[in-house]
């Protein structure tokens, strides 16, 4: 009778998921008793360093919830800033003279310069601010949370607008009264007083949001983290070690 020369595959555990395992600890140890102790790979190594079953999927980044608690802080933190933004308005804005004079029994208010440009120099100068404030928002934001993400962004912007707007409130509170007529009769007939601070482009409002995206856009493009190239080795699953069958102790026999 002739002994066959392959020697037999080793014995192998099958998954209850479809999958093949490898032998378990007392099947090693009988296979060490008749031959060369051969290493196996625990069950949880893949053989690639310490990464194990499914360890080389990490997490990236924080949660969610982290993201949006961050978003909101955010969003609190650049409106609030447009405290800031009202005053220096109020403090910088040109002012727009105006002169009271009387019509019968009524007072009638007009500019007293009708050539001249400080209405647009009021709408400037909040544009000029809202675009600064929204460079420094952004390099303050990048600066605290380098990794981005789109609810920090979205709250930049969302948080832009409201400062703006707030800003907007506060510099017309601030500003000269909104009634001229009697801002005229206070002053007399044909004294020059200031006009309400005034808003007249309501785009102004958008400069703070446009200038913080475009900003943090730029800063995290240029300055932001790099992802790592990935390993080739290990996605979308590590190469199973080749097994290579190994001579019985005393080699095949012979016929």
Do not use: C
Not at 17 to 27: D, K, L, V
Not at 94 to 123: C, F, S
Not at 127 to 140: E, I, P, R, T
Not at 228 to 250: E, F, I, K, L, N
Request: aromatic share 8%.
């Amino acid at each position: 009778m002739s002994v066959p020369l392959t020697p037999p595959p080793p014995p192998h555990e099958h998954s209850p998921h479809g999958g093949w395992q490898s032998p378990s600890a007392g099947q090693v140890a009988a296979a060490s008793a008749d031959g060369p102790a051969t290493e196996v790979p625990d069950a949880g190594s893949t053989g690639h360093g310490d990464r194990a079953g499914y360890g080389w999927y990490e997490q990236d980044g924080p949660g969610m919830k982290t993201e949006l608690r961050e978003a909101a802080v955010t969003v609190v933190a650049v409106a609030l800033g447009g405290v800031l933004l009202g005053v220096l308005w109020w403090w910088l804005a040109p002012r727009v003279p105006l002169v009271g004079d009387v019509a019968g029994d009524n007072w009638v208010v007009y500019l007293k310069d009708t050539e001249g440009e400080q209405a647009i120099g009021v709408d400037g100068t909040f544009a000029l601010l809202a675009l600064a404030f929204g460079a420094v928002s952004a390099l303050a934001v990048f600066l605290v949370r380098r990794r981005g993400g789109v609810p920090l962004v979205v709250a930049l912007g969302v948080g832009g607008l409201l400062g703006s707007l707030l800003a907007w409130r506060l510099g017309v509170w601030l500003g000269p009264a909104q009634d001229v007529i009697a801002q005229a009769r206070d002053v007399g007939k044909g004294v020059t007083f200031d006009a309400p601070l005034k808003l007249n482009a309501k785009g102004a409002l958008l400069a703070w949001p446009f200038a913080g995206l475009v900003v943090h856009l730029g800063l995290t493009a240029l300055f932001g983290p790099r992802d790592p190239d990935p390993d080739p080795g290990s996605y979308p699953y590590p190469p199973a070690d080749p097994y290579v069958p190994q001579p019985p102790q005393g080699g095949f026999p012979k016929l």
